[in-house]
């Protein structure tokens, strides 16, 4: 079909741009190289959200737009299929994007979000060191501490030509250099240490009266510890029966936009229909550009109520579905348009 070959496309597209992301923060130690495609994949998930009702758009607009290219529609037409024929197929397409769509925001999509949660946490609570990729500058605990390696051994236990930045017991700077570090964990408390060797250490600043420099042979240098702690469930997150019982509005909002989505989907696959109609030399993509400015505001309208339901400026009982109507007061204008609003009242009578 020509939307999921579109689909494909404009996910390839987003992935790409999310890869790039990913890969600037491997480079840069925040995340590990080997949970790089894991938090891809859940990611897709996400995309596959926006970018099915789009899909699906711009889809349906191309299939017909090859028909009227092609004269092909000028035969229907010439057979008796009306407007209204043409409709019932791409109703029943639609439909399975819905059905799609209805299973990505309803189950997949937070299981995706809590899923991505679960991984950030796991990579904020594990230790920095497994992070630290040599010849970068790593931070850590909100830049309180930045560490440097020049290389390190295969396991990345063991560092040299290493520079450290910390706050010392009285919160001075130190800074640490040392010809070789050993990471050490103590088996009965669970403590990281980095055992420092044939070094020096200076604390607090140059010119400053208590400013010292200290030779040592070794040293060790204990990682701060946090407890674990219970993450907040993201609202991207959490199931529908607790968006339902929910009364807090930013709740109410997120409901509101899971609900939108696959209606939107099918209001789209509708409105190609009408949307679609060119000359035949008016060619296939004629009417893309017109149908990609109809989508932008769509969704920045939708995505506008939405923040305006969470801010408390417009109810949620209201919901996003006056955006909705204007799609469907557009539909039925655009068919108007072709067939005339007598045949369309009498049609739809």
């Avoid at 109703?91 to 995706?112: E, F, Q, R, Y």
């Avoid at 070789?180 to 200076?202: C, K, R, W």
């Avoid at 909002?253 to 099918?266: H, M, N």
């Avoid at 296939?284 to 995505?303: D, S, T």
Wanted: with cysteine; charged share 20%; net charge positive.
């Amino acid at each position: 079909m020509t939307w999921l070959a579109v689909l494909v496309v404009l996910l390839v597209i987003m992935i790409g741009n999310v890869l790039g992301r990913s890969l600037s923060q491997v480079t840069e130690g925040a995340i590990q190289a080997d949970m790089l495609l894991i938090l891809v994949g859940v990611k897709s998930i996400n995309l596959l959200v926006t970018l099915i009702p789009l899909g699906l758009y711009l889809g349906i607009m191309l299939a017909h737009g090859r028909f009227y290219r092609d004269n092909e529609m000028s035969v229907m037409h010439a057979c008796g299929i009306g407007w209204f024929d043409l409709m019932r197929p791409t109703a029943i397409v639609g439909l399975m994007g819905v059905i799609a769509i209805t299973a990505l925001t309803l189950s997949a999509s937070p299981w995706a979000a809590r899923y991505e949660q679960s991984l950030k946490q796991t990579m904020r609570e594990q230790s920095t060191l497994s992070l630290i990729t040599p010849g970068k500058f790593i931070e850590s605990g909100e830049g309180k501490i930045v560490f440097f390696a020049g290389n390190s051994n295969a396991a990345r236990t063991q560092f040299n030509d290493v520079f450290m930045y910390r706050q010392s017991e009285d919160d001075r700077p130190a800074v640490d250099v040392a010809r070789i570090a050993n990471y050490q964990v103590d088996p009965d408390t669970g403590d990281e240490y980095l055992i420092f060797s044939d070094g020096q250490t200076s604390v607090g600043s140059p010119g400053e009266a208590n400013y010292t420099i200290t030779d040592f042979k070794s040293q060790g240098v204990l990682r701060p510890r946090k407890e674990p702690s219970e993450p907040r469930l993201i609202r991207k997150g959490k199931t529908l029966d607790q968006l339902w019982g929910s009364t807090d509005p930013d709740d109410r909002a997120e409901l509101q936009w899971r609900i939108s989505i696959p209606l939107a989907a099918l209001l789209l696959a509708l409105l190609a229909v009408p949307l679609s109609y060119t000359s035949p030399r008016g060619g296939r993509f004629g009417k893309v550009a017109i149908a990609v400015l109809i989508y932008i505001p769509y969704a920045n309208l939708l995505v506008l109520m939405r923040k305006w339901i969470a801010s408390g400026v417009v109810p949620a009982w209201v919901g996003l579905w006056p955006i909705h109507l204007l799609v469907v007061a557009l539909i039925i204008f655009l068919l108007a348009k072709r067939v005339g609003w007598r045949w369309l009242f009498r049609r739809a009578v």
